[in-house]
Nanobody
Framework: QVQLVESGGGLVQAGGSLRLSCVAS????????MGWYRQAPGKQRELVAR???????NYADSVKGRFTISRENAKNTVYLQMNSLKSEDTGVYFC????????WGQGTQVTVSS
């Protein structure tokens, strides 16, 4: 079993920045590709960024150039640096493997005010 704990969300004005963290514990293999997902109000959960164990990244078009995913394998931690935030970035952010195979954590709420 792998447990995922996300943190770092909050309320921020449009144009601001936030850095999210996700710590994996339990039986977690450091080679696991990881992703950040978000669920906006009334919408399905979507993948916004993913990263391989060795740092190759891929982003949804909506966040490309604004978000940066990274990881510290020694700490079983994945980060999402979010800059130039927009109101449409509002939602609950989750991390999980890519594809998502672990139980979902509680996520962290990001609210961007315009």
């Amino acid at each position: 079993q792998v447990q995922l704990v996300e943190s770092g969300g909050g309320l921020v004005q449009a144009g601001g920045s936030l850095r999210l963290s996700c710590v994996a514990s339990g039986i977690f293999r450091r080679l696991t590709p990881m992703g950040w997902y978000r669920q906006a109000p009334g919408k399905q959960r979507e993948l916004v960024a993913r990263i391989t164990w060795d740092g190759n990244t891929n982003y949804a078009d909506s966040v490309k150039g604004r978000f940066t995913i990274s990881r510290e394998n020694a700490k079983n931690t994945v980060y999402l640096q979010m800059n130039s935030l927009k109101s449409e970035d509002t939602g609950v952010y989750f991390c999980n493997s890519f594809p998502s195979n672990f139980n979902w954590g509680q996520g962290t709420q990001v609210t961007v005010s315009s």
